[in-house]
């Protein structure tokens, strides 16, 4: 692999994009301080540093972040989970296909956002409609993928396990299992920053606690610099959520970095590379 | 142990008695239904093959090679016609048939030698012994090296082996190939040639090779089967009188010569073969 890959940061172009971050919050903080902004609409990064580390040292952002975050993994897990199995049952069973896919597309062509006031309004204020949300929200995501998965796998690798008189449920756990394992990751992938999304917004609408019902008391309350502070944690925790089921993908795929090993001979990979792809293509 | 090929064509295949066949197709016919009525992939096909022996199946696309063959595997049925696998008639997949299809299929989530062990894992074959077996057929492939490496770090032609070696892991007596060189370089594809007469010569496996290649069926095989396209039929079937354990300067003999412009000749009103 050649020094200049844009994928692989060097330490060298590392440095320079914290150097650019730095910079740009220079500029934000002497702009708010000599354009007078008012700090209800723009505060300065100053204290927006200082907020986030009042909201730690009292360990009231870990609390509220603590509530989130388990409303955004029960949810990731339950909806998650169904996802995956309606979508083996999709796949695999044309009469289960018949009857669940109609319901499934209602679903998707629903805006979930606009079903929170609902969830919230049925489950309450706790922690429930929360992960009801999330689950909702990231359901789909894995069900399309988990199909699109199986049903990714080409007839003759199916046949060459048929001829050797293997069963067709020998087919399911050898080949499309392991197949569609590169799709449902990245169905996963999608569907954990889903997740984030759906508790974030059913906190908005009404909770006890939770970084997002936080964020919606301390506009109220024009705790702009607050504000910006709990958004900094919610990254955090956005980017920490994706780097951890990174790290799961490439454990559970783990012939996939195979490829960027470099080959003994150049090859002509057409169908490695096909299994590869990473479509959240809609069901044909 | 000559013989008139055409002969042999047209003799109904019970009248050779009391020899023994690993492969006997008799009057085989495929039909299939599309939108406006029916198509027929194969019309009447006799063919057999001898245990030990080497037959290639040659023709151009569209003659019912692929077809033949999966149904040779049991994952078609024939319309009408016979098949028996030794004494035993087809009706179902077989355990005791190794396949090679036209590309690798290797799973990319298994090892080299994973990949070769898939039949003992389909079959639920003792796994030591097998392993030992996967081992032992890596090297007969020259690959002993990349046991542990994934398909995606080997080329074309070290893929291809590694299909080879899977095919024979769970001991069939009889290997069917699908034109398996037939997305290699020709350079690749003579080197393969040569390393499956090795592997057949040392194997003693019944072998059924399709191809649409007239060289490569004439190198490889004991006998030819020459089909035509639609319908797939068998226009001759020809021994190959050469010796066994060629080397590729065989190519250029003048009976290899007249093998191969004999073959061609069936072909010359229908267009290129290869």
Redesign the interface.
Known sequence: MKDDNPIRPTVASRSLSLALFLALLGIWELTVRYLNVPAFIIPKPSSVLLSLYTGISSGLYFWHTLITLTEVILGFLIGAGAGFFIGVGIAINRYFSYFVYPYAIVLQSLPKVALAPLIVLWFGLGITSKVIAAALICFFAVMVNTVAGLRSVDQERIDLIRALDGSEFQVFWMLRLPAALPFIMAGLEIALTFALIGSVVAEFLGAESGLGMLIQSMNFSMDVAGSFSVLVVLAIVGLSLNQLIGLVRRKLIYWERRQEASAVEPLESAESMDALQMPSRAIP | MARLSNELVEMPHRSTVAEERAISVHALCKRFRVADGAITALENVTLDVRPGEFVAIVGPSGCGKSTLL?IL???LAPSTGEIRIGDVAVE????D?G?V?Q?P?L???RTVLENVM??A???KLDRAQHTARALSLLELVGLSD?AQ????????G??QRVSIARALL?DPSILLMDEPFGALDAMTRERMNLELQRIWLEQNKSILFITHSIPEAVFLANRVVVMTPRPGRVAEVMEIALPSGRGLEIMNSPEFGAYVSRIRAHFGSSGVID
């Open positions: 999966k595997t049991g994952l179902g997949p077989r355990r048939i396949t299809f590309s299929l799973f990319a989530w898939l039949p894992d389909v079959q990349f490496r994934y398909p995606n770090e080997l080329s074309g070290m893929q769970h």
